[in-house]
């Protein structure tokens, strides 16, 4: 995970996460929750939920985004999938 710019000037929150190769993007589920569960001390925090057939996976965020306005890119020659996310 890391935070950018995009090329309008707005920093984002971009994540990518490496997919199994039986998997495609429409195996991908992207949501985003007001809290999550696995950051003690901090139950405001968003997070990015990403589940691929039976596997979920709780990315904590490390500031607040703008979910409305996320973005996601997969990439078949690697295998990855890219999502981009504004910060508030």
């Known amino acids: ?3 950018d ?3 309008e000037g707005q ?4 994540i990518e996460v490496e997919l199994p190769d039986s998997c495609g993007v429409q ?3 992207v949501e985003f929750t007001g809290s999550a569960p696995s950051c003690k001390g ?3 925090q ?3 939920v ?3 057939q039976s596997f979920s996976k709780i990315v904590p965020l490390p500031c607040q985004v703008d979910e409305s306005r996320c973005t996601a890119k997969f990439d078949k020659r690697k295998q990855v999938l890219k999502v981009t996310v504004p910060v508030i």
């Open 1 to 3: 995970m890391v935070r």
């Open 5 to 7: 710019l995009t090329r």
């Open 11 to 14: 920093e984002c929150v971009i």
């Open 27 to 29: 195996d991908v589920d």
């Open 42 to 44: 901090r139950p405001d």
């Open 46 to 48: 968003q997070a990015l």
């Open 50 to 52: 990403l589940t691929v």
